[in-house]
């Protein structure tokens, strides 16, 4: 074994808390890598056995899921060098008088630089492997949460969707390929730094401790407030520049991380939530449907179909809600065939430029100095109705305009949502187009898409939307969240039989699991979201593997410090103070700089975010404040874990001690 190689393997058994945390940081980009190009690998599999051999389409999902590998992989090895690297530079800045005294007995700058780039070499041979087995069970599990996502989705298409779990030696060569350049280049960058210093300035340790006029003089405001121990931590962190700078960059770079896939993560729903509503928290869904044929009126040459008053829909409610642990939401509505439904003109100046586009170029039909719409009544049960009513500011009784519209596509996919008035009128003229008699119906309010519950919106049918306090429904929908689902559907189903009676009344009932509902999107939203959070989530403890290294090393290091500073009478609790203080200095800094990039980078996605919604940029309030919490915590905890591991050291025998 080379002598550089010998080095490094005894600097490794030295500090093997820094090593085990690089380790680990190495470990978990490669099962990152790993797990990505597998899924990759897995999606393409599946796209071929649904598509069959089609040259074009799989050629169109094939870049599709390289390009996304690319741009996954990118993010994973940037985040990756910038923590390896970070954890290399601080253990060659730690060992810097050593490559001094290494350099006056002859030690060349390749054999410098082979020293630190052997532990990288030593870290990527174990690492790799273990990252790679990693990578293949987070893929395995993340099929198997795959298929049961989908599991429902599949009960209900004409086709399944199902993911193989595939072990691609051509995804696993390429991420050890790529895990072994990132560990290379991460040890090369401060290997190549360390070998070109001077040994007698790396011996004075010139460049360890730079201490300008200014930073003597600052600090006052922080030791006024805190005392001595918040001065000797603000002189602290000053002194040590490089292990504080290499804490902040890796807390900066979760802070923006977390931030930005946080807003992503909120930005979709919110997207979804309006382009393809969904209700997510019904687990039985009860209605009260017309057939597919009505019943024949007595002439013979006409359909006819019952309704369901909303009062006695209320009372239908009132007794679903009486199971135990179950909360409702009712909706109904008076949607007719074309025939029987109602329609109003809108002037043009009540439209937003982009409906009255829309109408434009869809063959609106414009009567007058407007445009004629097709409008459905809704009503919803009386408790869900009064919050409305609140929501909007009028009083129970009014009735609601919605001001949201979903333009379907041709494929009947949504194509757009948006705002489609700018202002609307006190009272809607409705004519009756069976028999065109005229209905006057006041507007008291409206309600902004934002506004509208999932319930309304998952039942939007493209009409204009007006929600009524009283209603007789050709269609009623109860979306039912119940702790014993199974023994609810049973329960409904008696209710609805013994409240609904009319000859026939059981065609037009039907009590379903929450799965049973076509609403394909849920499963998707839910397949996204999981992996988003799942790669943020990963990211993020890379990051955090340098965090924990380098606090916990510097502690460690610097029990020398903490002995002479007890030796002249600082207290264990003001020892505590003072790490703590630093902690939180270290964590505001982070927060300072990660905070305003993140929100950055969320403006950013929101700018060139392609999204059929027209949404404002709001800011990711919630990340922000998780990201604070948890900053602070994890800096604090770890401090507080590494001190505690110097508590009963003798402050004789570490004081004489030149090295730790």
């Given at each position: 074994m080379k002598l550089t190689a010998k080095l490094a393997y005894s600097q490794i058994k030295t500090n093997r808390n820094r090593a085990f945390w690089t380790l680990a940081g190495i470990v978990l980009s490669t099962a990152m890598l790993t797990a990505v190009f597998g899924f990759a690998s897995s999606a393409d599999l599946m796209f071929k056995e649904l598509l069959g051999e089609s040259d074009y389409y799989n050629s169109m999902y094939n870049e599709l899921l390289l390009g996304l590998s690319a741009v996954v992989g990118s993010v994973i090895i940037a985040a990756t060098v910038i923590v390896v690297s970070n954890a290399f530079r601080v253990s060659a800045g730690e060992r810097i008088k050593q490559f001094g005294a290494l350099k006056s007995v002859g030690a060349t700058k390749q054999q410098i630089a082979g020293i630190i780039t052997h532990e990288g070499l030593i870290l990527a041979t174990v690492g790799i492997p273990l990252g790679i087995a990693l990578g293949l069970l987070v893929n395995f599990v993340g099929i198997q949460i795959m298929d049961h996502l989908l599991a429902a989705?599949?009960?209900?298409?004409?086709?399944?969707?199902?993911?193989?779990?595939?072990?691609?030696?051509?995804?696993?060569?390429?991420?050890?390929?790529?895990?072994?350049?990132?560990?290379?280049?991460?040890?090369?960058?401060?290997?190549?730094?360390?070998?070109?210093?001077?040994?007698?300035?790396?011996?004075?340790?010139?460049?360890?401790?730079?201490?300008?006029?200014?930073d003597v003089r600052d600090g006052r405001l922080i030791g006024k407030l805190f005392g001595y121990e918040g001065t000797l931590a603000y002189k602290s962190l000053k002194r040590s520049r490089r292990n504080f700078r290499a804490t902040v960059v890796s807390l900066t770079m979760s802070i923006i991380l977390f931030i930005v896939a946080g807003y992503f993560g909120e930005h979709y729903k919110e997207t979804t939530r309006?382009?393809?509503?969904?209700?997510?928290?019904?687990?039985?869904?009860?209605?009260?449907?017309?057939?597919?044929?009505?019943?024949?009126?007595?002439?013979?040459?006409?359909?006819?179909?019952?309704?369901?008053?909303?009062?006695?829909?209320?009372?239908?409610?009132?007794?679903?809600?009486?199971?135990?642990?179950?909360?409702?939401?009712?909706?109904?509505?008076?949607?007719?065939?074309?025939?029987?439904?109602?329609?109003?003109?809108?002037?043009?100046?009540?439209?937003?430029?982009?409906?009255?586009?829309?109408?434009?170029?869809?063959?609106?039909?414009?009567?007058g100095d407007g445009y004629s719409f097709p409008i459905t009544l809704y009503a919803i049960d009386a408790e869900n109705y009064a919050e409305l009513c609140e929501r909007a500011g009028?009083?129970?009784?009014?009735?609601?305009?919605?001001?949201?519209?979903?333009?379907?596509?041709?494929?009947?996919?949504?194509?757009?949502?948006?705002?489609?008035?700018v202002s609307y009128p006190k009272t809607l003229l409705l004519t009756n187009q069976n028999d065109h008699s005229v209905v006057e119906l006041p507007l008291e309010g409206a309600?902004?898409?934002?506004?509208?519950?999932?319930?309304?919106?998952a039942t939007y049918v493209g009409n204009m939307m007006v929600i009524v306090p009283r209603l007789d429904a050709t269609r009623y929908t109860w979306f039912v969240d119940a702790a014993d689902p199974e023994g609810f559907k049973g329960y409904a189903t008696k209710i609805l039989h013994e409240s609904i009676a009319f000859e026939g009344s059981s065609e037009y009932i039907d009590v379903k699991s929450g799965e049973e509902v076509p609403f394909a999107m849920r499963d998707i939203t839910r397949l996204i979201l999981v992996f988003i959070y799942?790669?943020?989530?990963?990211?993020?403890?890379?990051?955090?593997?340098?965090?924990?290294?380098?606090?916990?090393?510097?502690?460690?290091?610097?029990?020398?410090?903490?002995?002479?500073?007890?030796?002249?009478?600082?207290?264990?609790?003001?020892?505590?103070?003072?790490?703590?203080?630093?902690?939180?200095?270290?964590?505001?800094?982070?927060?300072?700089?990660?905070?305003?990039?993140?929100?950055?980078g969320s403006y950013l996605l929101h700018r060139t975010f392609s999204s059929p919604v027209e949404l404002d940029f709001a800011i990711p309030w919630l990340p922000i404040v998780q990201c604070t919490l948890g900053v602070i915590a994890v800096t604090w905890i770890i401090m507080r874990f590494s001190l505690s591991r110097l508590r009963d050291d003798n402050i004789v025998e570490t004081i004489r001690l030149q090295y730790r």
């Open positions: 989705a599949n009960k209900r298409n004409t086709f399944q969707v199902n993911f193989d779990f595939v072990v691609a030696w051509q995804a696993i060569l390429v991420s050890a390929v790529l895990s072994f350049v990132t560990v290379w280049m991460s040890a090369w960058l401060p290997a190549r730094k360390a070998a070109k210093m001077a040994a007698i300035d790396a011996i004075r340790g010139t460049d360890e401790v730079k201490i300008k006029a200014r309006l382009f393809y509503p969904v209700v997510d928290n019904a687990n039985v869904v009860g209605e009260f449907l017309r057939p597919e044929k009505g019943t024949l009126g007595h002439d013979g040459d006409e359909q006819t179909y019952h309704t369901l008053n909303s009062v006695l829909a209320d009372e239908v409610t009132q007794k679903f809600r009486e199971y135990p642990n179950t909360t409702v939401f009712g909706v109904g509505d008076n949607l007719r065939d074309e025939d029987h439904s109602y329609k109003t003109v809108i002037p043009k100046e009540m439209l937003t430029s982009k409906m009255k586009e829309f109408l434009d170029s869809n063959g609106g039909v414009p009567v009028v009083s129970p009784g009014s009735n609601i305009l919605v001001n949201y519209v979903r333009i379907p596509g041709d494929n009947g996919d949504g194509k757009a949502v948006f705002t489609p008035f309600l902004d898409l934002r506004d509208v519950p999932n319930e309304i919106a799942g790669f943020i989530t990963m990211l993020t403890l890379i990051g955090l593997t340098n965090v924990i290294s380098t606090i916990s090393t510097n502690v460690l290091f610097r029990a020398r410090e903490f002995a002479a500073l007890r030796s002249v009478g600082m207290t264990p609790a003001g020892l505590k103070r003072m790490l703590t203080l630093e902690s939180i200095l270290c964590s505001v800094k982070s927060l300072v700089i990660g905070v305003p990039l993140g929100m950055l």
